[in-house]
């Protein structure tokens, strides 16, 4: 029987956020979902974590959008540049490709809103 876990801390536990986009309220799948993590050094993003979900056959780690944020002052320019990164490439159909935009400022809102700037 386990009667405990410990779980060392998250250095992303304070500044974290999850965004899931519906087409109505009564329907429970995502579009677009976001999850997004920041951990800071000082006054700046020390490394970040930004996963994607509604876009792929699984969820879909953007570490391409999460390098352009390394290093940097959290803003809300930053935060669309990374929003921009994690949707540079996708190859959409036709019957789908509202999910780029759709993704992309879902990420610039959820990192906004775990760094604090929204």
Do not use: C
């Not at 959409?92 to 780029?100: E, G, I, L």
């Amino acid at each position: 029987m386990i009667l405990s876990i410990d779980l060392p801390p998250s250095p992303y536990a304070g500044h974290s956020q999850y965004l899931k986009v519906r087409d109505r309220a009564s329907y429970e799948f995502a579009l677009v979902s976001v999850a997004a993590a920041l951990e800071f050094s000082g006054g700046s993003i020390r490394s970040a974590r930004i996963v994607l979900g509604g876009v792929a056959h699984k969820p879909w780690r953007a570490t391409t959008a999460e390098q352009v944020l390394a290093g940097k002052v959290p803003a809300t320019a930053l935060f669309e540049a990374a929003g921009e990164e994690a949707v540079a490439g996708a190859k959409p159909y036709r019957q789908n490709a509202f999910k780029v935009n759709l993704a992309r400022r879902a990420v610039a809102r959820a990192l906004a809103e775990a760094g604090g700037v929204a």
